[in-house]
């Protein structure tokens, strides 16, 4: 459970007489490089191509500076969001991230577990290790919203989509930017495929759509079928517009980076953005998705919300993000690298140092409230450009 009030010492806590858990995501990640094996490490920490991409993400963060005001009485620091109708005690999601055993045998149930407790909006990928209706069991209370791959076979898309809807789900985030996999040389090099080894088959083998369209119940056969569903190029705006005609819950586009796509979404009827670029793991070369913000937070001018994830790996990046006009912001590695070193603990772990520091930095700011942080005065490379 989070509370809003801040006493002054948040750090201090991580100082104590038990076993020292990782601060910061360079400790975290040397952490369970040492804890897991190269395949799934690697498969987690890379990014495609020559890691342009992830190099960015962290420079588009490293650009922004802000000029803090004191004298503000920063006592009580107010970090609620609002989504959908619904308050939310941090601006925190848990980015939909998949084949969580690879991490830790208890995999997205300790995920949900700790998002539950800390009120945390859970995400949960289309290519999970458990069932969403088991997960849904795990953290009946959680706020969970389903993440769709689109479907070749799109009858599969839709029956994953009216499981999610019948196991209590609260929205759908559609990710766009994975209509083939993207060119990931770490994963070469350690000869490692998870899904190929079958760590997404949760959703797949409970599906009454998908398992009919195998031609029988072997692993061979199920592995095939996913990767032939699984990567969907034709996706395209029509799609968008017949997932809409099948449910009513939000929809969401993830991995939008373009403010035109931006205002296309809108114009669409979306009802939310998640500016992505996949935490540099689709294509490479592509703008940090910080950069990417602030041309879509303008043109989607408070129409629908905007999610940002990509490289958030403190409470200060959180706290830029919100400044410039993201309404909340989703992690993707850190979480993991929690649960790879101590189950939903480890999770709970790294989201709440990730909040407590952001609680710390609005106070540090001059802020009292994630709104407030609207007004926070930030500048690029030090002051020489101006925001
Ligand atoms: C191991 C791993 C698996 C992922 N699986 C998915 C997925 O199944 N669906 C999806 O939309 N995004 C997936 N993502 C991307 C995340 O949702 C998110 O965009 C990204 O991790 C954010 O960047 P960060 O890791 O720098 O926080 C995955 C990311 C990682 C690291």
Same mark, same amino acid.
């Given at each position: 459970?989070?509370?809003?009030?801040?006493?002054? *010492?948040?750090?201090?806590?991580?100082?104590?007489?038990?076993?020292?858990?990782?601060?910061?995501?360079?400790?975290?990640?040397?952490?369970?490089?040492?804890?897991?094996?190269?395949?799934?490490?690697?498969?987690?920490?890379?990014?495609?191509?020559?890691?342009?991409?992830?190099?960015?993400?962290?420079?588009?963060?490293?650009?922004?500076?802000?000029?803090?005001?004191?004298?503000?009485?920063?006592?009580?620091?107010?970090?609620?969001?609002? @989504? &959908?109708? /619904?308050?939310?005690?941090?601006?925190?999601? &848990?980015?939909?991230?998949?084949?969580?055993?690879?991490?830790?045998?208890?995999g997205e149930l300790?995920?949900?577990?700790?998002?539950?407790?800390?009120?945390?909006?859970?995400?949960q990928?289309t290519?999970s290790s458990y069932a969403l209706e088991d997960v849904a069991q795990a953290?009946?209370?959680?706020?969970?919203?389903?993440?769709?791959?689109?479907?070749?076979?799109?009858?599969?898309?839709?029956?994953m989509?009216?499981r999610a809807?019948?196991a209590?789900?609260?929205?759908?985030?559609?990710?766009?930017?994975?209509?083939?996999?993207?060119?990931?040389?770490?994963?070469?090099?350690?000869? &490692?495929?998870? @899904?190929?080894?079958?760590?997404?088959r949760g959703n797949y083998v409970n599906d009454?759509? &998908?398992?009919?369209?195998?031609?029988?119940?072997?692993?061979?056969?199920? =592995?095939?079928?996913?990767?032939?569903?699984?990567?969907?190029?034709?996706?395209?705006?029509?799609?968008?517009?017949?997932? /809409?005609?099948?449910?009513?819950?939000?929809?969401?586009?993830?991995?939008?980076?373009?403010?035109?796509?931006?205002?296309?979404?809108?114009?669409?009827?979306?009802?939310?953005?998640?500016?992505?670029?996949?935490?540099?793991?689709?294509?490479?070369?592509?703008?940090?998705?910080?950069?990417?913000?602030?041309?879509?937070?303008?043109?989607? *001018?408070?129409?629908?919300?905007?999610?940002?994830?990509?490289?958030?790996?403190?409470?200060?990046?959180?706290?830029?993000?919100?400044?410039?006009?993201?309404?909340?912001?989703?992690?993707?590695?850190?979480?993991?690298?929690?649960?790879?070193?101590?189950?939903?603990?480890? =999770?709970?772990?790294?989201?709440?140092?990730?909040?407590?520091?952001?609680? =710390?930095?609005?106070?540090?700011?001059?802020?009292?409230?994630?709104?407030?942080?609207?007004?926070?005065?930030?500048?690029?490379?030090?002051?020489? *450009? *101006?925001?």
């Amino acid at each position: 459970m989070m509370t809003n009030t801040t006493n002054g *010492d948040l750090l201090l806590k991580n100082i104590n007489a038990q076993a020292p858990f990782p601060i910061s995501f360079a400790d975290l990640e040397k952490a369970v490089a040492e804890k897991i094996d190269a395949g799934p490490y690697g498969y987690v920490r890379s990014g495609a191509g020559g890691e342009q991409t992830l190099r960015n993400n962290r420079a588009a963060f490293e650009k922004y500076s802000i000029i803090p005001r004191f004298l503000n009485n920063v006592a009580n620091i107010d970090t609620t969001i609002e @989504l &959908f109708g /619904k308050t939310y005690p941090t601006p925190l999601l &848990f980015a939909p991230v998949g084949m969580n055993k690879m991490a830790h045998e208890d995999g997205e149930l300790a995920v949900v577990r700790a998002a539950n407790h800390l009120e945390i909006p859970y995400i949960q990928s289309t290519v999970s290790s458990y069932a969403l209706e088991d997960v849904a069991q795990a953290a009946p209370n959680a706020t969970k919203w389903f993440q769709l791959y689109w479907s070749t076979n799109e009858e599969i898309a839709y029956s994953m989509v009216a499981r999610a809807e019948a196991a209590g789900f609260e929205a759908i985030v559609l990710t766009v930017d994975t209509v083939m996999l993207g060119w990931r040389e770490e994963d070469v090099r350690n000869q &490692f495929s998870p @899904l190929k080894l079958g760590y997404a088959r949760g959703n797949y083998v409970n599906d009454p759509v &998908f398992m009919a369209s195998l031609p029988d119940n072997s692993f061979e056969s199920y =592995v095939q079928g996913v990767l032939q569903n699984v990567f969907h190029p034709t996706l395209n705006w029509e799609n968008v517009r017949e997932l /809409k005609r099948h449910t009513k819950l939000p929809i969401l586009l993830k991995g939008i980076l373009h403010p035109e796509d931006a205002q296309l979404a809108v114009d669409n009827g979306i009802d939310g953005i998640i500016v992505s670029n996949h935490g540099g793991r689709q294509l490479d070369g592509v703008i940090g998705s910080l950069d990417a913000l602030p041309a879509i937070v303008e043109v989607v *001018d408070g129409q629908v919300p905007v999610i940002l994830d990509s490289g958030v790996y403190r409470g200060m990046d959180a706290l830029k993000a919100l400044a410039l006009g993201a309404d909340a912001v989703a992690i993707g590695r850190p979480f993991v690298y929690g649960l790879a070193l101590d189950g939903q603990q480890g =999770v709970e772990k790294v989201m709440t140092n990730l909040y407590d520091e952001l609680k =710390v930095s609005i106070a540090l700011a001059g802020a009292t409230s994630v709104k407030d942080l609207r007004n926070v005065t930030l500048v690029k490379n030090n002051g020489v *450009d *101006d925001i």
